[in-house]
């Protein structure tokens, strides 16, 4: 990509020299006031929220644009447990959520404990929680309204009245929070699922509430909030962008990816407790020239390792944000992925946008 300037090859080969062209690439956050990568001030006061773990000195912005040092404290008006940077909407089951093909909303899973009906939830709904900030800056994002949601920070939502709109309106039966990513809100996250959980099952309702994000949690916020994913007959969707530790992660999302890793890691457990709708589930963009089938292979060996029933899906790439001069991701490619994925083990594999591959 001209955006990037860089290929595959010199990022894992020459990560030193590539390093002052990855700076450029994302120094467009700049323009939405924003750190050009998580800022790691010696001395400075580190954020707990999300994964990258800023070190902010006075007056210094963490990297999601909602923590700033002030005299001293970190400051936070949005993304607490009050107040949330998000737009949100009503979507009919079946959703295009990565998960439809496994999850209880899409196909009955769990019925009846966790599912209206013993198939598609027909007539009733999702609630699209759409987060305003990111813990990545990915070249290649697909939901690049948050670089304005958070530069204006004009879409700002109470807890308690949005879990109010939810509870009131009987014909939602799950939740899902994506983005942008919601790992940098994770307090208001946790805020409106707790109580959306205890409201639902104080009167036997079905809400499950369901993650879509890169992983890049604070485990402490993690943690509690795959508790209420988990009860709820909900799970948590990790988009495994690039295989564990590689540079491409760096370049092409400006973070390291270890942390999203630990925590898919930390999460099989609750994933083997619930067979009958999968907990953990995962994704990959197959982004042309810089996924390769043996990325796709690390990757699937490393669900593998740690069950074999996880679902993952494989996402037909569609050129946008910096890297709209990229092509679409073959039929060919894809289909090679799937196969290498099933013979690798995976139980649960499929193809998503197929409407996109050429």
Known sequence: SASLGICKNCIEKEFEKSKPFIEKAHSIRRFYGLPTFPPKSKGGIKCSICGNECKLENEEIGFCGLTQNKEGKLI??????????????????????????????????????????????????????????????????????????????????????????????ETYTCVCWFGGDPSCQAPFVWSVSHKLRKEAKRNGRILRICLETNGNFSWYWLKKIAKICFESGGGIKFDLKFPKGSNCNVALCGVGNEKSYKNFEKLVDLHKRRQEVPFLRASTLLIPHYISIRDIERIAKFIVSLDESIPYSLLAFFPHYRMSDMGLTTTRFAQECLRLCKKIGLKRVRIGNLHLLV
């Not at 009955?108 to 900030?133: D, L, M, R, W």
């Not at 290649?140 to 949005?162: G, P, Y």
């Open 76 to 169: 936070r008006k949005i993304g607490n447990e009050k107040f949330g940077l998000i737009s949100w909407y009503k979507d009919w089951h079946p959703t295009n959520c990565v998960a439809v093909n496994w999850c209880a909303g899409g196909t009955g899973a769990g019925y009846p404990k966790y599912a209206k009906k013993p198939t598609t939830e027909y007539g009733y709904a999702n609630a699209s929680i759409f987060c305003g900030t990111c813990s990545y800056h990915c070249l290649f994002c697909q939901n690049t309204s948050w670089h304005d949601m958070v530069r204006f920070k004009n879409e700002i939502m109470e807890a308690r009245k949005l879990a109010n709109s939810i509870l009131k309106d």
